[in-house]
C-alpha cells in the first residue's frame, strides 16, 4: 500500500491552495484518511480528517478556511486550503486507516510529505 502526496508548494496569504493524496496497492477498503502537517521545531498536528461515510473533523486552528474532502471510487483525500496563513506553513502528510489485502486488520499509511509555504 503506498500514498502519494501531492500539490504543496509556495502561496500568498489569503490564497488557495489544494493537496491531493492517492492511494494504490492491495487495497480491500479504506476507512478514515486525513492530513497531519508538522513544522519546523513543533510536533506533528492534526489538520483534517474524514470518515468514509464523509463526516470531517477539524482543529480550531483551520476550522473555516480548510477544507476536507474525498473521492472513495479514486482512492484520493483532498485537502483545500483557503485563505491561507504564514504559520499554516509546514510539511503536509496525509494518511488513510487501511485495509490491505491478506489482512484481517487496519492500519495507518502515511504519504511521504508535501511541502507547504506560505509567504507573500
Known amino acids: 500500500v503506498q500514498l502519494q502526496a501531492s500539490g504543496g508548494g509556495l502561496v500568498q496569504p489569503g490564497g488557495s491552495l489544494r493537496l491531493s493524496c492517492a492511494a494504490s496497492g492491495s487495497i480491500v477498503s479504506i476507512n478514515d484518511m486525513g492530513w497531519y502537517r508538522q513544522a519546523p521545531g513543533k510536533q506533528r498536528e492534526l489538520v483534517a480528517e474524514i470518515s468514509i461515510g464523509g463526516i470531517s473533523n477539524y482543529p480550531d486552528s483551520v476550522k473555516g478556511r480548510f477544507t476536507i474532502s474525498r473521492d472513495n471510487a479514486k482512492r484520493m483525500v483532498y485537502l483545500h486550503m483557503n485563505s491561507p496563513k504564514p504559520e499554516d506553513t509546514a510539511v503536509y502528510f496525509c494518511?488513510?486507516?487501511?485495509?490491505?489485502?491478506?489482512?484481517?486488520?487496519?492500519?495507518?499509511?502515511w504519504g511521504q510529505g508535501t511541502q507547504v509555504t506560505v509567504s507573500s
Open positions: 494518511y488513510a486507516l487501511v485495509r490491505a489485502g491478506g489482512s484481517s486488520y487496519y492500519r495507518n499509511y
